[in-house]
């Protein structure tokens, strides 16, 4: 966040958004140590981001969202607090079949970043029923073992489409 409020200049301006008190903290704490004025951390789950609709230019995520229980939920908010012709890029993972049920709630597969994981088809479809479009994967992991199951990572980007008008123009 620190970076990009750097990267937005002193006329953008940048959300983070944590459920970790301690992150939040830490972060709070780094921004005022460097003078940093054009962010603000906020403590909010990722179904109910305390973000304006339409108001963001660019959401980024790095392995978060497959902690989120209701992805359609994550993903219906991005498009919401997106400006029409806004972007995202998303870090996350993926499995190659539905992780069992064993391992949802395994404590260890939870700080793995895999415990939550959607099948690749799932993700990108879930993305695409939120409205989002040019939905694109920039890299993408060989697949590798997890519990019972393989896991990939990868980036995916898309946009919000532009309003059109409704005369067909």
Known sequence: CLRMAEEVG????VWGIDIADGMLEKARATA????????????????????????VDVVVSNCVLNHARDKVRV?????????????FVVSDIYSSVPVPDEFRQDPEAVAECWA???????????????????VAVL????????????VSSFTVQGVRPKKRCCCGG
């Open 139 to 150: 890299e993408e992991s060989a697949p590798y073992p997890k519990g019972k199951i393989e």
């Open 116 to 134: 939550g994981a959607d099948v690749r088809d799932v993700y990108l479809a879930t993305i695409e029923a939120a409205g989002l479009r040019e």
């Open 10 to 13: 002193p006329d953008g301006f």
């Open 75 to 87: 993903w219906a908010e991005i498009f919401r607090v997106l400006r029409p012709g806004g972007r």
């Open 32 to 55: 005022s140590k460097l003078g940093v004025r054009n962010v603000r951390f906020e403590k909010a789950e990722l179904e109910n981001l305390p973000v304006p609709s339409a108001s």
